[in-house]
C-alpha cells in the first residue's frame, strides 16, 4: 500500500483523498456505503499521457467501476512506463497513427482524451469511427461548431459523448446546487466566479492560439462559465465581456490573459466574473439569494473543496474527483443513470456557445444576446 500511495502521490493525487480513502459518492449521502460492484466495468484508454492523463490515470486506481486497460501516446517510452506502471497490455497500446486500429480492440469500451484543445476535435471524431465512447477533457473543442460536430459524429455512430466535467459529481458542489434546488437561498439573485492561475513557461500549448483555442478562458474561465449555470440553474440570455491584457508578448493575439465577462439569466439573476493567467489561487464562487447566500474557496481545483453557506459551514466529504467521474462515467454508460449535472456533449456545446459569445463580445465592445435552449 505504501509503494502505490507514494507512486500515487508522485502523480499528484490528493494527499488528503489519499488519506481519507476514496469516497464513491455522486451526492449529499454522507451514509454512502461501498457496495461491492458485480456490474459492468468501463474500461479505458487514455489519449495523451501528459500532466492530466496521469492524474486521471492514478485516480482510476481507485475506481471500482471504471478500469485503465489503454494507453494512446506519439512517445513510445511513455507507454512503456505506463504499461509497468499501470499493468497496461502492450496489445493495449497505440499511437497517434495506430489508434484507428482500436475498432478491433474488444477490451476497450472508451477513449479519454487529455490532449491538448486544439485536438479535441478531430480525435474525438476518430474515436466514433472506431466504435468506441468519446470522453473528451474540457474544453470539449475550440468553438461550438466544432463541439456541434462532435455530438453529431457520435451520434451518427452510436457511441455516447461524455466530458471531463468533475465538478457536477463533487459533494459540496451537490449540495449548494440541492440546497438551491429546495429554495433555502430564495430567488437566485446573484453569481461570481473567480478563476485564475499564474501560467509559466511562455512556450507551452496553453499559449498557442492554434493548441489552446484562446487564452485563460478556454482553460479556467470555463469552470466560471458552467459553475454559473450550475449554481443558478439556468442559462445565460445575455452577455458583455472586457478584456485586459498586461503582458502581449507572452500573450499573444488571439490568447487571452484576463478576460472579465457578466451573464444575465432569464429571471433577472446576473452573474460576474474574472478569469486570468495572471493571478494564482484564484478559485472563488459565490451565490446570493433573497433569503441566503452559498460560497466556495477553493471551489474548482482538485480538493479538498471547501464550502459554507448562511446556515454553516459544510462538512461534506472530500472525493478524489476524478476517481468519482470515472466510477460515475460507467454508471451513465451501462447503468442508465442520470447525473445530477448533465457531462454529455450538448452540456460542452452549451459552454462552447457561451465562449463563443464572450469572444464576440470583447471584440464587439458590445452585448451578445444568447439562446441556449
Ligand atoms: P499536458 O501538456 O500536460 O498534456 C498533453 C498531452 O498531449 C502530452 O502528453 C502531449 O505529449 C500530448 N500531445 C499530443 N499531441 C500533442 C501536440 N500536437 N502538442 C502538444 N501536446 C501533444 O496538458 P494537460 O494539462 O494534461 O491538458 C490536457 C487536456 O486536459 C486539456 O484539454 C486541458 O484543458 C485538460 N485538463 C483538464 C483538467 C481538469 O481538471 N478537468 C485539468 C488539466 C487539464
Known amino acids: 500500500m505504501n509503494s502505490r500511495r507514494d507512486f500515487l502521490q508522485k502523480l499528484g493525487v490528493s494527499a488528503v483523498a489519499l488519506q481519507l480513502g476514496t469516497v464513491h459518492v455522486w451526492a449529499n449521502d454522507k451514509n454512502a456505503s461501498h457496495q461491492p460492484y458485480d456490474g459492468k466495468v468501463l474500461r479505458v484508454a487514455i489519449m495523451g499521457l501528459g500532466g492530466y492523463g496521469t492524474r486521471v490515470a ?93 455530438v453529431d459524429a457520435c451520434n451518427a455512430a452510436g457511441v455516447k459523448l461524455l466530458v471531463g466535467y468533475r465538478m457536477h459529481f463533487e459533494p459540496h458542489t451537490l449540495e449548494i446546487i440541492r440546497m438551491r434546488k429546495a429554495g433555502e437561498f430564495g430567488k437566485i439573485l446573484f453569481f461570481q466566479g473567480l478563476c485564475g492561475f499564474e501560467i509559466g513557461d511562455p512556450t507551452q500549448w496553453r499559449l498557442n492560439k492554434e493548441l489552446a483555442g484562446g487564452g485563460s478562458l478556454m482553460d479556467i474561465g470555463i469552470y466560471a462559465i458552467n459553475g454559473s449555470r450550475y449554481m443558478t440553474g439556468e442559462e445565460p440570455i445575455w452577455v458583455t465581456a472586457q478584456e485586459t491584457k498586461t503582458d502581449p508578448v507572452k500573450f499573444k493575439e488571439g490568447v487571452d490573459e484576463t478576460i472579465q465577462f457578466q451573464f444575465g439569466f432569464p429571471s433577472g439573476a446576473t452573474a460576474s466574473c474574472l478569469s486570468t493567467y495572471s493571478q494564482n489561487n484564484l478559485d472563488k464562487f459565490y451565490l446570493n439569494g433573497q433569503k441566503g447566500w452559498a460560497e466556495m474557496q477553493p471551489s474548482t481545483g482538485y480538493g479538498p473543496i471547501k464550502g459554507r453557506t448562511f446556515k454553516g459551514e459544510l462538512d461534506q466529504p472530500v472525493t478524489t474527483h476524478q476517481t468519482v467521474q470515472m466510477d460515475a462515467f460507467a454508471d451513465i454508460l451501462f447503468n442508465g443513470a442520470q447525473p445530477p449535472v448533465p457531462v454529455d456533449g450538448n452540456e460542452a456545446v452549451k459552454d462552447l456557445k457561451i465562449i463563443d459569445a464572450i469572444y464576440l463580445a470583447v471584440k464587439t465592445g458590445k452585448k451578445v444576446d444568447l439562446n441556449l435552449s
Open 58 to 150: 492514478g485516480a482510476m486506481q481507485y475506481c471500482t467501476k471504471a478500469k485503465l486497460v489503454g494507453a494512446i501516446s506519439g512517445t513510445p517510452k511513455k507507454l512503456t512506463d505506463w504499461q509497468d506502471s499501470f499493468n497496461i497490455p502492450a496489445k493495449n497500446c497505440y499511437n497517434y497513427q495506430t489508434y484507428h486500429e482500436i475498432k478491433n480492440n474488444p477490451d476497450i469500451d472508451a477513449v479519454y482524451i487529455t490532449t491538448p484543445n486544439g485536438l479535441h476535435h478531430d480525435m474525438a471524431l476518430a474515436v466514433a469511427k472506431a466504435g468506441k465512447h468519446v470522453i473528451c477533457e474540457k474544453p470539449m473543442a475550440l468553438n461550438a461548431k466544432q463541439g456541434q460536430a462532435m
